[in-house]
C-alpha cells in the first residue's frame, strides 16, 4: 500500500525496503487522491504541500535531471543511478525524520533548499569519480570544503560572478547537507562511514563564530533618500493620475477605440509604450502596499480583493487595515491584519481594477471546466481527477489581488517571488534609482553595492526598512513618517491593544522592536565613543561626558556590546529636541524646554543642533511681538538663553542675542 512521505507514518526506514518498494512511495497527492509524484520519479511535484502562494510552480519542484556535470551527464542518467538513489534517500529523510536540534522535520520548502545545496556537492563529487556517498572519507569531505571555498557565487550560472566568493551562511548550508548523511545514517542505504569532519562543525569551517549561524541583519534596508524617491514615484503611478490614465487607454484599446487622446495625454508614441507602464503600475501598487505595511512577499500574494477595512480604534480615531494570511513558522496559513495608512486603499483599489482582465478571463475558464465535468463523460477517472484538480487551483486564486499572466495565455496565475524581483528591479532602473555617496551610510556591504549603481531592489527590503521607520516612530524621533505612521506611538503596543490578538503578525512586532533596539545602541554608542567625543548637553549629557573622561573602562567584544549594556534597563525615548531615559517621565518636555532643564534623565546630542538652532529663532520672534505680556516674554527670554547655552555646551558658536524691551514697556514708550 503506499504511503504518503509528508505524514507521520511515512517515517519508513529506507534500509529495510527494496528499491521497488521504495519507488512505490507517494511522494505527492491532490485533494482528490489523484497521485502526483511517487518516489520513483525523476521530479517530485512538491507543490500540494506548499501553502505559499508566491511561489512559481517550477520553484514547488525537485528536478533530479536538472544538474548537468563537467562530462555533459545528467543525475538521472543511467551511469548515476546509484546516486540519484542516495540523494533522494536523503531528502525522503530529512521530510519524514525529526531532526537531532529543531526536533522536527524539515518543511517542504526547506527540503527544496537541501535540494539546492546538495548540488554543488553532486557536481564535485561526479567531478572525483565518487559515485556514492559512503565513498565520502573525512579527507575527502575537507577536500569539498576547501573546493567550496575557493567557489564563486553562482559558478554554474549564466549571471557569474567570478569576483565575489560564496558568503560564510552559504557555505554553511552546503557544509550542513554533508553533516545530515553522517546525523542520519541509520535510516540511509547510502551514508558517510566516518564524521565527515572530526572535531570541526560546519560552522567553524564555513568561517561562522560560535553559537551559530550569524545572526546579524544582512537583509539591506533602502537608504532613507531612495526610499523617499521610490515611494514618490510609485505615488505618481498609483494616486497622482497616471495611473487612471493607463486604464482609461487600455480600455479603449479593449473596446477597439482610438487611444491617440489617451497615448498624448500619456506622453506615449504606441500601445507597445502602453504595455509595460501597464507593467509599472502592477509594480508600484505593489511597492506602495509592501512598503507600508511591512508585509513579507509571501504575505502579499495571499491578498485578495476587498482585503482593507477601517474600523475605529481604541482612541476614537478611525484606522486602516488589511488582511492576508502569514506562512512564516506555521504549519498552515495563519490569518493576519496589518495596521497601515490611507493610501494602502488607493493602491488596493488599483491593482484590483489593474488586474481585472485577468480575474473576468479566470472566472471564464473557472465556468468552462465546471460545464466540462458536468456533461462529459471521462473515458478516464484519472482525466477527471486531474480535471477536478484543476478546478480547485482556480477556485483558490480566483478573488488573489496580485493576479498575473499574459491575457492570450490560459494559465493565469498570481505574482511569483521570481517575477516581482525581475520587475522591481527593472522599476529601479526605469526611475533612475542610483546610489550617491551619502546613501552609503546605510548600506551594510560596501563591497556590493556601490555609488552610481542602482540600487538592487528586491521584496524582502520593504519589511526591514518599515521596520526601521516604525522604529523611528517608537524612539519619539517626529521628523520620520509621522503623517504617514500616526498609529505608531511611543509604546507601539497601544496601537494593537484593541486589535484581536489572534490576527497579529507577531513576528513583524517583534522585528520592530529589535530594530528599535538597534536604534537606541547606535544613539548611545555615539554618545560614549571616546574616538569621536560627540558633544553632549543637559543635566544627563554632562554626566555622560564626566564618564567618558574618566578612567571606567567596560570590556566587550564590540562597540554595539558595550551600547547594549548601558542602555539595558531603560527605554530611550525622543521628545524632538532631546532624548529621555525616565521610565516615570509625565511628558512635560514635549510642550516647554525648559522643564526639563536640570533632570538628570534628559540627553540632548549633536544630532538636535539644527532644533536647537530654531527654538532659539522661535523664542527671539516671540520676544518681538507687541501683544504678548511680560510674563511670555520672561518665559521666552528663559527659554532663549537656555537654547544658547545648550547650543554652546554642542560645541556651537552663539553670540548671545540682546533682550528686546518687555512688552509692557514698548507700549508705554510706544
Known amino acids: 500500500m503506499s504511503q504518503n512521505v509528508l505524514k507521520a507514518d511515512g517515517a519508513l526506514n529506507l534500509r529495510l525496503l527494496s528499491e521497488e518498494s521504495r519507488h512505490d512511495l507517494v511522494i505527492s497527492s ?32 525537485i528536478d533530479f535531471s536538472s544538474p548537468q556535470f563537467a562530462d555533459g551527464s545528467r543525475l538521472t542518467d543511467p551511469q548515476h543511478a546509484g546516486l540519484l538513489e542516495s540523494v533522494k534517500a536523503l531528502i525522503y529523510v530529512r521530510l519524514s525524520r525529526n531532526s537531532h536540534h529543531s526536533c522536527k522535520p524539515l518543511s517542504t520548502i526547506t527540503a527544496i533548499g537541501l535540494w539546492m545545496n546538495l548540488c554543488p556537492l553532486l557536481r564535485w563529487m561526479v567531478d572525483g569519480s565518487y559515485d556514492r556517498f559512503a565513498s565520502l572519507t573525512s579527507d575527502a569531505c575537507l577536500s569539498y570544503v576547501e573546493h567550496s571555498r575557493k567557489r564563486s557565487v553562482w559558478e554554474y550560472s549564466a549571471n557569474g560572478r567570478p569576483d565575489k566568493k560564496l558568503t560564510a551562511s552559504t557555505l554553511y548550508n552546503y557544509f550542513v547537507s554533508v553533516e545530515d548523511l553522517w546525523h542520519f545514517r541509520e535510516f540511509l542505504p547510502d551514508a558517510l562511514q566516518e564524521h565527515p569532519w572530526p ?9 561562522i563564530k560560535k553559537g551559530g549561524t550569524d545572526r546579524a541583519a544582512k537583509t539591506e534596508q533602502i537608504p532613507d533618500r531612495l526610499m523617499g524617491q521610490l515611494m514618490q514615484e510609485s505615488l505618481c503611478y498609483v494616486t497622482g493620475g497616471y495611473g487612471d490614465q493607463l486604464l482609461a487607454c487600455r480600455n479603449a484599446q479593449t473596446e477597439s477605440e482610438s487611444i491617440n487622446e489617451h497615448l498624448s495625454r500619456l506622453g506615449l508614441n504606441s500601445w507597445q509604450a502602453v504595455k509595460p507602464e501597464l507593467n509599472r503600475l502592477h509594480t508600484a501598487c505593489y511597492i506602495v502596499i509592501a512598503g507600508l505595511s511591512g508585509m513579507r512577499d509571501s504575505e502579499m500574494a495571499s491578498l485578495e480583493t476587498g482585503c482593507y ?16 494570511h502569514t506562512y512564516k513558522l506555521e504549519e498552515d496559513p495563519k490569518p493576519v491584519e496589518w495596521m497601515v495608512p490611507p493610501v494602502v486603499k488607493n493602491a488596493v483599489d488599483m491593482i484590483t481594477q489593474v488586474t481585472a482582465p485577468l480575474r473576468y478571463k479566470l472566472e471564464q475558464q473557472i465556468a468552462a471546466l465546471e460545464a466540462k465535468l458536468r456533461d462529459v463523460s471521462y473515458l478516464s477517472p484519472t482525466n477527471r ?9 482556480m477556485k483558490q486564486k480566483r478573488h488573489a489581488l496580485f493576479l498575473n499572466g499574459p491575457l492570450w495565455q490560459d494559465r493565469i496565475g498570481i505574482l511569483d517571488s521570481n517575477t516581482i524581483r525581475t520587475r522591481l528591479k527593472n522599476f529601479a532602473r526605469h526611475i533612475n534609482l542610483k546610489v550617491q555617496t551619502d546613501d552609503l551610510a546605510q548600506v551594510l556591504d560596501k563591497t556590493e553595492i556601490r555609488v552610481g549603481e542602482v540600487w538592487p531592489l528586491a521584496p524582502h527590503q520593504f519589511r526591514r526598512t ?4 516604525v522604529a523611528r516612530c517608537i524612539l519619539g524621533d517626529v521628523r520620520y513618517l509621522r503623517t504617514h505612521f500616526k498609529h505608531w506611538s511611543l509604546d507601539m503596543t497601544l496601537g494593537y491593544s484593541w486589535g484581536d490578538e489572534d490576527y497579529l503578525d507577531v513576528t513583524l512586532i517583534e522585528e520592530i522592536l529589535a530594530e528599535r533596539q538597534n536604534l537606541q545602541d547606535d544613539i548611545v554608542w555615539g554618545w560614549i565613543d571616546i574616538t569621536t567625543n560627540q558633544h553632549l548637553a543637559a543635566t544627563g549629557g554632562n554626566n555622560i561626558e564626566k564618564v567618558r573622561r574618566s578612567s571606567l573602562v567596560m570590556v566587550a567584544a564590540n562597540p554595539r556590546t558595550v551600547a547594549r549594556q548601558l542602555s539595558k534597563g531603560y527605554f530611550l525615548r525622543g521628545l524632538g529636541h532631546s532624548w529621555c531615559t525616565e521610565k516615570e517621565c509625565q511628558g512635560k518636555g514635549i510642550y516647554s524646554v525648559t522643564e526639563c532643564r ?7 546630542d549633536e544630532g538636535h543642533i539644527p532644533v536647537w538652532h530654531g527654538i532659539r529663532n522661535q523664542q527671539i520672534e516671540l520676544m518681538m511681538r507687541d501683544d504678548c505680556g511680560d510674563p511670555i516674554w520672561q518665559g521666552a527670554l528663559d527659554a532663549l538663553r537656555y537654547a544658547e547655552q545648550i547650543l554652546v555646551d554642542l560645541g556651537e558658536t552663539v553670540v548671545l542675542h540682546p533682550a528686546l524691551p518687555r512688552p509692557s514697556e514698548r507700549r508705554r514708550h510706544g
Open 30 to 61: 491532490g485533494r482528490n487522491g489523484l497521485v502526483i509524484s511517487l518516489y520513483g520519479d525523476y521530479a517530485w511535484n512538491l507543490s500540494p504541500h506548499i501553502h505559499t502562494r508566491n511561489k512559481a510552480a517550477s520553484s514547488k519542484i
Open 199 to 207: 572535531g570541526q562543525s560546519a560552522g567553524s569551517l564555513a568561517g
Open 309 to 324: 477595512y477601517e474600523r475605529e480604534g481604541w482612541d476614537g480615531a478611525v484606522y486602516g487595515w488589511i488582511k492576508g
Open 385 to 393: 481527477q486531474q480535471d477536478e484538480e484543476t478546478l480547485y487551483e
Open 466 to 469: 518599515f521596520a526601521r521607520y
Open 598 to 604: 536640570d533632570c538628570e534623565n534628559r540627553v540632548i
